[in-house]
């Protein structure tokens, strides 16, 4: 994978943690020019990237970001750009929130912002880099999904949505700016052991670590594989979740799942 991340310029938002910053360190470690965290947590992202500047000095950029604000999100495509000498080539919008919440218990507010964060955010991302990507004559966008769009999983339905229609737009626009040389990829990065799971009392027993995440997406990326899947749960997900002959099966799955998380087990799959 060196080959193809040397001297690259990436952008990652949600960079200051989890996978975002599994993705800027292993970037760096393969001898990207300039990698820019993005991130809402200004004193984490400030602490991360002073830590790695340090270690890789002069390729580090934070840039304290809210993916759910439009204006935020150009701001930091124009800054990369100037850092990287006016390139984008790889951009991961990995910003996102698991949202875990009985559907009665949602307000349309709720939806509204689970878009916002969950599928607008990668939107702006997209609009924001592609005059970049197409006036340097190409680029790769990664857009980080989930496993639940082959699982939608009960109390999860803002989650199951809004990464659903992620992976939707993305495939979409895979082949349709293909003739831009600018590539696609939705990213399905497994259960990982990330701040995401706090609420829910902690990552199940079988998630992996960030940097397995990472080192798995970025060679799905350097692949140009259009749909990245890193675990075998997901790749089960992939292959059988709609068949119609485990419809029954899985109706007796995704119930148990529901009544073992309505009882207050939040790790529940």
Request: glycine share 10%.
């Amino acid at each position: 994978m060196k080959d193809y991340y040397e001297n690259r310029v990436a952008v990652v938002t949600g960079g200051a943690s989890g996978i975002g910053l599994a993705l800027c360190e292993e970037m760096l470690s393969l001898g990207a020019k300039a990698v820019v965290a993005a991130d809402l947590n200004e004193e984490k992202l400030e602490s991360e990237c002073s830590r790695l500047e340090g270690e890789y000095p002069g390729r580090v950029l934070g840039v304290p970001t809210d993916v759910t604000d439009k204006q935020s999100v150009f701001r930091l495509i124009e800054r990369a750009a100037a850092f990287g000498d006016g390139r984008i080539d790889l951009l991961f919008n990995n910003a996102g929130l698991g949202l875990m919440k009985p559907f009665d218990d949602t307000t349309d507010e709720d939806w509204k912002f689970a878009f916002d964060i969950n599928f607008y955010g990668a939107l702006h991302g997209v609009r924001a880099a592609l005059p970049v990507m197409r006036a340097q004559g190409g680029g790769h966008i990664a857009n980080t999904a989930s496993g639940i769009v082959f699982s939608p999983m009960p109390f999860q339905s803002m989650y199951s949505a809004t990464k659903a229609a992620l992976m939707a737009f993305t495939t979409s626009l895979r082949s349709e700016l293909w003739d831009d040389n600018i590539r696609l990829s939705t990213v399905i990065p497994g259960t990982v052991a990330t701040p995401i799971w706090e609420k829910a009392g902690g990552a199940p027993p079988s998630a992996i670590t960030p940097r397995e995440s990472a080192l798995g997406i970025l060679k799905g990326v350097a692949a140009n594989q259009r749909i990245i899947i890193l675990t075998e749960e997901d790749l089960s997900g992939a292959r059988n979740a709609f068949l119609p002959e485990n419809m029954e099966y899985l109706d007796q799955y995704f119930l148990e799942v529901a009544r073992r998380r309505r009882s207050g087990d939040g790790q529940a799959i």
